[in-house]
């Protein structure tokens, strides 16, 4: 990703479901523009979901999911209908196609019931209209099921309604919170903020990571100043600063190292926290990480990772948090890993959970787990935090947030 391209995670996500052969992947060539669904006659072509970030006027940048049919059949069939309703934990408008030549099926009936019951704003598209008439149109527009103003009747072939099905989408979104972000509020104009980012064998090649970037951003656009420093020359850096930053901000992995060179009165944060808080969880993962005190011989960890990635022999989630957690606990901890989409719908077997600062997640989804692990009165934090609170710093690390 470019540092100038908007992130997945901030960008709305917009779901595509329906049968097979309702139009999904027509509808999604038609709103684009371009060809970027596979559109076939054949049953069951869309078999994942298929993701693609993209600029979409008026809303611009969004990431479109297409999704399997929900009418699918078999084993395999099965398991890609699971598959599309797992999509909708971070879907922040979906977009229910049917059929008009069929009308609405129980298929398409369970999944808005789904919706609605989230709580997700949605548009329903009735396709193929050009090959139904007014009279089966104003019957399905007219059900009980679909809330005043939220169906459209578009037709693919004659581009009939496209450009109102777009507005249409873009009216679901939701108002953007100008002031929901990662730092600025914590900081003023000219602040020194400096930022603590590790370079080792599991750090990419050539780039910072996307909390890093995302958060010298937020920084940049409050007219703040940024110092990104390796935690090797830390301690050099605020000797030569001439003042005290406003506030230093570290990778989690080189917390214990950094409080230690950090003076007491100059406030310490990590970027896992911020993007707890930015997620609109940290109270939540706080709180959850004080039953690192409570574990017993074979209590089970969840250690679970929003994205994807090779891992490296350092690698955090993998290697160095089953280490501290043994190291801190003196117990004989038990450990399972999940990584990208993969997030057991079952928690009870744990006996908490860590998850990962959840850049790459949008917020609905990051909310999701949270609710999902709160459902189930299974204790979640996050890799931040539950380093800050085994290196004994976690209480300093939080003091910016005097509501928690």
Do not use: W
Not at 110 to 117: A, E
Not at 280 to 303: C, F, K, P, S
Request: charged share 25%; proline share 5%.
């Amino acid at each position: 990703m470019s540092l100038n391209s908007t992130p997945s995670s901030d960008r709305i996500h917009i779901g595509i479901f329906g049968r097979r052969n309702a139009g999904k992947s027509s509808i999604i060539n038609a709103i684009t523009g371009q060809n970027l669904a596979i559109v076939s006659d054949i049953k069951g072509t869309t078999t994942d979901p298929v993701t693609k970030a993209m600029e979409l006027l008026p809303l611009g940048p969004v990431v479109i999911i297409d999704t399997p049919g929900l009418d699918d059949e078999g084993e395999l069939g099965l398991l890609r209908i699971q598959k599309a309703y797992q999509v909708l934990n971070k879907t922040d408008i979906a977009v229910l196609v049917i059929d008009a030549s069929v009308g609405m099926t129980a298929a398409d009936e369970k999944i808005l019931g789904r919706i609605q019951k989230k709580q997700i704003p949605y548009v329903v598209v009735c396709n193929k209209a050009d090959l139904s008439s007014e009279k089966q149109l104003g019957s399905l527009s007219g059900t009980a099921k679909i809330a005043a103003g939220q169906f459209i009747a578009v037709s693919t072939v004659t581009g009939e309604n496209i450009y109102e099905l777009k507005e249409l989408i873009a009216r679901q979104a939701p108002v953007p919170d100008e002031q929901h972000r990662i730092v600025a509020d914590l900081i003023r104009p000219s602040d020194f903020i400096v930022l603590v980012v590790p370079i080792d064998k599991s750090a990419p090649k050539g780039r910072l990571i996307l909390p890093q970037q995302q958060t010298i951003r937020d920084i940049l656009d409050t007219g703040a100043v940024s110092i990104v420093v390796r935690d090797s020359e830390l301690k050099d850096t605020l000797a030569g600063l001439g003042k005290k930053p406003s506030l230093v901000i570290t990778d989690s992995q080189a917390f214990g190292k950094v409080s230690r060179e950090v003076p007491a009165d100059v406030p310490l944060t990590s970027f896992s926290i911020l993007f707890a808080r930015y997620k609109g969880n940290l109270e939540t993962v706080v709180h959850g990480a004080g039953t690192l005190d409570e574990l017993q011989d074979g209590d089970t960890i969840l250690i679970s990772e929003g994205c994807t990635h090779h891992r490296q022999c350092e690698d955090i989630g993998t290697v160095k948090l089953p280490l501290l957690v043994k190291k801190h606990t003196g117990k004989e901890i038990n450990f399972e890993f999940t990584s990208g989409t993969e997030f057991p719908l079952d928690l009870s077997k744990y006996r908490m959970i860590i998850h990962c600062g959840g850049c790459t997640l949008n917020e609905r989804e990051m909310k999701y787990r949270l609710k999902c692990a709160g459902d189930q009165e299974i204790p979640i934090t996050n890799y931040g935090i539950a380093i800050a609170h085994m290196n004994g710093i976690l209480k300093r690390s939080i003091e910016m947030f005097p509501d928690l």
